[in-house]
T-cell receptor
C-alpha cells in the first residue's frame, strides 16, 4: 500500500528566509504527487502536482517541489517566505487510479517568525 | 470557479444521534470523497463514490455510511454518533482524470459529539 511521511510536525522559519518541507513516499511505481496547503479554518488548496516529466515543478504562491526517485522524496521549497505562508502543509500521493482518492501525510505546521 | 460546499461549518450533536453531513459540488465531477482530519493524523479517507449510487469504503469506514442519489451531492451519515467521531470532516471532488483534475475541497465541517 502507498504511504506518505512528513517527518516534521512543526517548522519555524523567519520571514524572508528560505523554506524546505520534507516529504517521503512509499509506492512501487511512479506516483502522482501533490502538495496542498490549508490555512486556518479553510479547506485544502492545491499548491502543485507532479505526474511525469521535469522533476522540478512550479506551483502557486512561489512554491516549487522536486521529485527525486532515488530518495523517494518530493520536498517543497520556497526561496523567501511571507507571514501569509503560515499554514498546514500536506503532501499526498495518488496511485493513479483516480477513483480512490489520495493518501495524505500527517502534515507540517509552518510557523513564521517576524 | 470550482466550488465544493459543505452545508454546515460547525455542528454539535449528542451521543447516539443520527448525523447527516451534506456536500454539494457544482463542477459535474464524477468522483466525490469524504475525509476526516484529526491533529497529528492528517487526512484519512472514510468513503468515496465514483458515480451516482456507487460507493466504496476508504481506510476508516467503521461507524459511517454514505449516500449519493444525485451526481452533485454526497452525504456522510453517522448512524449513531459517538464522542470519538468528534473531528473535522472534509468533502472533496474531482473528475475521473487525475491529470487534469486535482481534488477540490470544501471548507470543512467541524463536528463535536457530546
Amino acid at each position: 500500500a502507498q504511504s506518505v511521511t512528513q517527518p516534521d510536525i512543526h517548522i519555524t522559519v523567519s520571514e524572508g528566509a528560505s523554506l524546505e518541507l520534507r516529504c517521503n513516499y512509499s509506492y512501487g511505481a511512479t506516483p502522482y504527487l501533490f502538495w496542498y496547503v490549508q490555512s486556518p479554518g479553510q479547506g485544502l488548496q492545491l499548491l502543485l502536482k507532479y505526474f511525469s516529466g521535469d522533476t522540478l515543478v512550479q506551483g502557486i504562491k512561489g512554491f516549487e517541489a522536486e521529485f527525486k526517485r532515488s530518495q523517494s522524496s518530493f520536498n517543497l521549497r520556497k526561496p523567501s517566505v511571507h507571514w501569509s505562508d503560515a499554514a498546514e502543509y500536506f503532501c499526498a500521493v495518488d496511485s493513479g487510479g483516480g477513483a480512490d482518492g489520495l493518501t495524505f501525510g500527517k502534515g507540517t505546521h509552518l510557523i513564521i517568525q517576524p | 470557479d470550482v466550488k465544493v460546499t459543505q452545508s454546515s461549518r460547525y455542528l454539535v450533536k449528542r451521543t447516539g444521534e443520527k448525523v447527516f453531513l451534506e456536500c454539494v459540488q457544482d463542477m459535474d465531477h464524477e468522483n466525490m470523497f469524504w475525509y476526516r482530519q484529526d491533529p497529528g493524523l492528517g487526512l484519512r479517507l472514510i468513503y468515496f463514490s465514483y458515480d451516482v449510487k456507487m460507493k466504496e469504503k476508504g481506510d476508516i469506514p467503521e461507524g459511517y455510511s454514505v449516500s449519493r442519489e444525485k451526481k452533485e451531492r454526497f452525504s456522510l451519515i453517522l448512524e449513531s454518533a459517538s464522542t470519538n467521531q468528534t473531528s473535522m470532516y472534509l468533502c472533496a471532488s474531482r473528475t475521473r482524470d487525475p491529470y487534469n483534475s486535482p481534488l477540490h475541497f470544501g471548507n470543512g465541517t467541524r463536528l463535536t459529539v457530546t
